[in-house]
């Protein structure tokens, strides 16, 4: 199976920063990529699919990037109603993996 | 408006069989290429992939639980099933159902997930 790796596992960030998030893949997923978001006691939310394509509603502030195997989340300028966990997911192949997670916390 | 909602027992005990419902509406189960699957999550841990069934009635399951899971659907009723057997409190955790749309697509909605203890 594709294993999906996601870097940091913690980000501690201020309101207004700019945030990284990384998302690998142990093989090719091509441009199958997808982006949740996930706040406590809620379900997942879909962000970013296909690498780059925001999900209807999502803010602009939000963006997807990368192929094949490195892909990245960015969020421009982090509101309060950004801190989350974030995981991305590969749906290129079966079984359908997600990654591990990156929480994303006030500094 | 589209929906899933997900029921089921709250606690299972070692070695039972839970079955889970996803109620869901807005949209059909008999489009080939809509899906819907079972997402789960243990407590503070990461999001586990299941099953999926498609509208033409394939299924497809997670290779390590293959042999414990049966995914059916009932397109009269809208319902999609999930049965988990030989349960074990390493399976407790929260049960989510998600809609995919196309055959390589994420999951574009999601139920608000259903809490499964396993305990005696």
């Known amino acids: 199976e594709i294993v999906m790796t996601q870097s940091p596992a913690t980000l501690s960030v201020s309101p207004g920063e700019r945030v990284t998030l990384s998302c690998r893949a142990s093989?090719?997923?091509?441009?199958?990529l997808a982006w949740y978001q996930q706040k406590p006691g809620q379900a997942p939310r879909l962000l970013i699919y296909?690498?780059?394509i925001r999900a209807t509603g999502v803010p602009g502030r939000f963006s997807g990037s990368g192929s094949g195997t490195e892909f990245t989340l960015a969020i421009s300028s982090l509101q309060s109603d950004d801190f989350a966990v974030y995981y991305c997911q590969q749906y290129d192949d079966w079984p359908r993996t997600f990654g591990l997670g990156t929480k994303v916390e006030i500094k | 408006q589209n929906t899933l909602k997900e029921s089921g027992p709250a606690l299972v005990r070692p070695r039972q069989t839970l079955t889970l419902t996803c109620s869901f509406s807005?949209?059909?189960?008999?489009?080939?290429?809509?899906?819907v699957g079972w997402i789960r999550q243990p407590p503070g841990e990461a999001l586990e992939w299941l099953a999926l069934i498609y509208g033409d009635d394939t299924k497809v399951y997670s290779p390590s639980l293959r042999s414990r899971l049966t995914i059916t659907r009932d397109t009269s009723s809208n319902q999609v099933v999930l049965t988990m057997t030989h349960m074990d409190p390493v399976d407790t955790g929260t049960y989510f159902c998600?809609?995919?749309?196309?055959?390589?697509?994420?999951?574009?909605?999601w139920g608000q997930g259903t809490t499964v203890t396993v305990s005696s």
């Open positions: 093989e090719s997923v091509k441009s199958n």
């Open positions: 998600a809609r995919s749309l196309l055959l390589a697509s994420p999951f574009d909605l």
């Open positions: 296909y690498t780059s």
């Open positions: 807005g949209f059909s189960l008999l489009t080939t290429q809509v899906a």
